[in-house]
């Protein structure tokens, strides 16, 4: 007979994964990283925009939760927000109406011949460093791993609310998933560097 207290013990806890990550060799984990976003980048291009999108503001919603209540998005009023995940070859606009977040396609900002005012670009890993706060935006900023153009003001507005982000208003799978992706990432560019400086 199945005996289902147990169950949940099968499951291995975030400790235990990074326990068995921290095993593996310096190389494999690199190339695991290298790997990701060529193995996520068709089915995510695949995903439905509108799938996107719900997926999408539900998780800003989540993460500014307080800013979106206080009115901290004002400032994007009227604005565009074009954020760029490069190595992902993701593309979203995203503004301000109505007390809450709102997010557009390329298609429907051709359609209206709209532009956005200030553009983030930086990689899926550099993001998650950011959100999982193993990097600060300024620091990825000087070392142009994230990109800033467009409206300068508007860009620190934007910048000012990325190190207010509180993940911990995600779900709980969500946000130990970012975390542990986060510290996987740090800990492997630390130690990639680390071999490097002894060579």
Known sequence: MLN???LPQAIPSLADKKALLSTLPLQLKIRMIDVMPKILRPSLRLL??????AALLSALSSVFKEALEDGDFEFLQDK???????DLQLTWWLSFDDDKLIMASSEEMAANNISE???F???????VLIAGRKQDPDTLFFQRRLKVEGDTE???EVKNLIDAIDIEQLPSSVHSLVAYSADFLQ??????SQKEAQK
């Open 4 to 6: 289902l207290p147990s």
């Open 121 to 127: 670009s930086a990689t899926g890993d550099d993001l």
């Open 48 to 53: 439905p925009f509108k799938a996107q999108k």
């Open 154 to 156: 508007l860009g620190l």
């Open 117 to 119: 005012d200030v553009s």
């Open 80 to 86: 565009w927000l074009k954020i760029a995940i490069t």
């Open 187 to 192: 800990t492997t560019r630390d130690e990639q």
